[in-house]
């Protein structure tokens, strides 16, 4: 019999099941349409990998409980996934869903299945088929007698750091969905500020493409280090072989997304989170797809006169370091909060410094300072935001200079920077004690009656305008 059965045979199925039957599962794998299996009969002779081409010969196959990892499309092909083994199944069994599910979708689906007997797991997934085959972060969710019994084969397949399996149990529901979301929604801004990074490097400080590499290679032996750095430095030092031109210079400006940045924004105003960073890397996204209009703007639409000025390069190199460090921990400060808030708000109760450590490994977000994060929170379990935890007090307080010099610099000169400003503008409203927001609640009451609080009193008021 076979410990687990793997449904869906696309990359990141395929590499699932060979990553648990590396790790000494034995797997059964099956695919609605029968091409992905055949390739993957083709492809790989496997002694402990069972094909089938017969749902009802799949389900069977499997050890009791069973254990089904689902690998398909979100949205509908779920359910529809769902409807077809619910028949097949016994009480007790558990359906895993590792795909990209939204997070209330997966509520949804925990509690129907509950309801007939059956445990449901959300998965998130990050690290992509190289993840997927030697490793990922997984984010579990669910009822925790439930993921015990998958625990060991979850934990087994996971990247692992420092001895530690980069997965663990997070929550109820469908809070794995959840915690991964808004790890995509980290990954948006964390992009987009390496980007405005490199856009300063080049249109400002007028470096080529192999400088900015090199740069980018050294901040990631530091405390910048991360994949996305990692990965962002390889990537400037392709050339294309048809052109002979850096391979950037020949990828079109238009960028793509399947959604969970999206979600992780309009979640951030449904709970009432200030997402600004993440939300301004969304917006870039969209922007970036009216290329053809960009264009033509370019030409008819006035920016400021372009001064030319000697600079320090290397001054100016290390003050773009500082504020990209600083803009990466407004973001992880944004999003942790925003965990925080669904945490409350859901009633989750989800571990902030165990969300810190299932990312340091596997996934795309990967980066060193996790595990400050990570102590930050499990020093200060009631923290309310990184930026109270000493060690970024310190790293944001040191650092909040250079932001202001890039971003006006940027500003000046016409160069976008939405994340790296979206960063500064959250830092000095977050850092506030007064805000104008009393104009505002101020002009409510006046065209609306909707009242205001008083600094001398408690209670709700109204003034006749």
Same mark, same amino acid.
């Given at each position: &019999?076979?410990?687990?059965?793997?449904? %869906?045979?696309?990359? &990141?199925?395929?590499?699932?099941?060979?990553? &648990?039957?590396?790790?000494?599962?034995?797997?059964?794998?099956?695919?609605?349409?029968?091409?992905?299996?055949?390739?993957?009969q083709a492809k790989y002779q496997r002694e402990n990998i069972e094909a089938h081409y017969q749902l009802e010969n799949f389900v069977n196959s499997l050890e009791k409980p069973r254990k089904i990892f689902l690998m398909v499309t979100?949205?509908?092909?779920?359910?529809?996934?769902?409807?077809?083994?619910?028949?097949?199944?016994?009480?007790?069994?558990?359906?895993?869903?590792?795909?990209?599910?939204?997070?209330?979708?997966?509520?949804?689906?925990? @509690?129907?299945?509950? +309801?007939?007997?059956?445990?449901?797991?959300?998965?998130?997934?990050? %690290?992509?088929?190289?993840?997927?085959?030697? %490793?990922?972060?997984?984010?579990?969710?669910?009822?925790?007698?439930?993921?015990?019994?998958?625990?060991?084969?979850?934990?087994?397949?996971?990247?692992?750091?420092?001895?530690?399996?980069?997965?663990?149990?997070? #929550?109820?529901?469908?809070?794995?969905?959840?915690?991964?979301?808004?790890?995509? %929604?980290?990954?948006?801004? =964390?992009? $987009?500020? /390496?980007?405005?990074?490199?856009?300063?490097?080049?249109?400002?400080?007028?470096?080529?493409?192999? +400088?900015?590499?090199? /740069?980018?290679?050294?901040?990631?032996?530091?405390?910048?280090?991360?994949?996305?750095?990692? /990965?962002?430095? =390889?990537?400037?030092?392709?050339?294309?072989?048809?052109?002979?031109?850096?391979?950037?210079?020949?990828?079109?400006?238009?960028?793509?997304?399947?959604?969970?940045?999206?979600?992780?924004? $309009?979640?951030?105003?449904?709970? #009432?989170?200030?997402?600004?960073?993440?939300?301004?890397?969304?917006?870039?996204?969209?922007?970036?797809?009216?290329?053809?209009?960009? &264009?033509?703007?370019?030409?008819?639409?006035?920016?400021?006169? $372009?001064?030319?000025?000697?600079?320090?390069?290397?001054?100016?190199?290390?003050?773009v370091r500082q504020a990209l460090f600083m803009g990466k921990i407004c973001t992880y400060a944004q999003g942790f909060y925003q965990y925080k808030q669904a945490s409350e708000q859901y009633n989750w109760d989800l571990h902030l =410094?165990?969300?810190?450590?299932?990312? @340091?490994?596997?996934?795309?977000?990967?980066?060193?300072?996790?595990?400050?994060?990570?102590?930050?929170?499990?020093?200060?379990?009631?923290?309310?935001?990184?930026?109270?935890?000493?060690f970024f007090k310190t790293v944001l307080n040191n650092s909040q200079t250079a932001l202001r010099k890039v971003v006006i610099k940027g500003m000046e000169t016409g160069l976008a920077l939405p994340c790296l400003n979206a960063s500064?503008?959250?830092?000095?409203?977050?850092?506030?004690?007064?805000?104008?927001?009393?104009?505002?609640?101020?002009?409510?009451?006046?065209?609306?009656?909707?009242?205001? $609080?008083?600094?001398?009193?408690?209670?709700?008021?109204?003034?006749?305008?």
């Amino acid at each position: &019999m076979n410990s687990i059965g793997v449904f %869906g045979l696309g990359v &990141m199925g395929a590499n699932l099941a060979l990553n &648990m039957e590396n790790k000494g599962e034995k797997v059964a794998v099956y695919n609605y349409t029968p091409d992905l299996t055949d390739a993957f009969q083709a492809k790989y002779q496997r002694e402990n990998i069972e094909a089938h081409y017969q749902l009802e010969n799949f389900v069977n196959s499997l050890e009791k409980p069973r254990k089904i990892f689902l690998m398909v499309t979100a949205g509908a092909v779920v359910d529809t996934v769902i409807d077809s083994l619910l028949p097949l199944l016994d009480q007790g069994d558990i359906i895993m869903d590792g795909g990209n599910s939204n997070f209330e979708d997966s509520n949804r689906r925990y @509690r129907n299945l509950k +309801e007939e007997g059956f445990h449901f797991i959300s998965v998130g997934v990050s %690290g992509g088929e190289e993840g997927a085959l030697n %490793g990922p972060a997984l984010m579990p969710s669910g009822d925790r007698e439930a993921y015990q019994q998958v625990a060991p084969i979850l934990e087994k397949i996971a990247a692992q750091v420092d001895g530690k399996a980069c997965c663990s149990y997070l #929550g109820k529901e469908g809070s794995g969905h959840y915690v991964k979301m808004v790890h995509n %929604g980290i990954e948006y801004a =964390d992009m $987009q500020l /390496i980007t405005e990074a490199y856009q300063f490097l080049r249109d400002r400080l007028d470096l080529d493409v192999k +400088e900015i590499a090199a /740069i980018f290679e050294e901040w990631n032996r530091g405390e910048l280090e991360s994949y996305l750095l990692e /990965i962002t430095s =390889d990537i400037l030092t392709h050339v294309d072989k048809e052109t002979n031109q850096p391979m950037v210079d020949v990828i079109l400006d238009k960028s793509g997304q399947k959604g969970t940045g999206k979600w992780t924004s $309009q979640n951030a105003l449904d709970i #009432g989170v200030s997402l600004s960073i993440i939300t301004e890397s969304v917006f870039m996204r969209f922007l970036s797809t009216v290329k053809e209009e960009r &264009m033509v703007a370019e030409k008819e639409l006035t920016g400021p006169n $372009q001064l030319v000025e000697e600079v320090d390069k290397k001054e100016w190199i290390e003050l773009v370091r500082q504020a990209l460090f600083m803009g990466k921990i407004c973001t992880y400060a944004q999003g942790f909060y925003q965990y925080k808030q669904a945490s409350e708000q859901y009633n989750w109760d989800l571990h902030l =410094d165990e969300i810190a450590l299932i990312f @340091r490994g596997g996934c795309i977000i990967r980066a060193g300072i996790l595990n400050e994060i990570s102590d930050a929170f499990k020093e200060n379990k009631e923290l309310p935001n990184l930026f109270f935890s000493p060690f970024f007090k310190t790293v944001l307080n040191n650092s909040q200079t250079a932001l202001r010099k890039v971003v006006i610099k940027g500003m000046e000169t016409g160069l976008a920077l939405p994340c790296l400003n979206a960063s500064l503008v959250y830092y000095d409203g977050y850092r506030s004690a007064k805000s104008g927001a009393n104009i505002i609640q101020a002009q409510r009451d006046y065209f609306g009656a909707h009242t205001y $609080q008083r600094i001398d009193r408690e209670g709700n008021f109204h003034t006749e305008w």
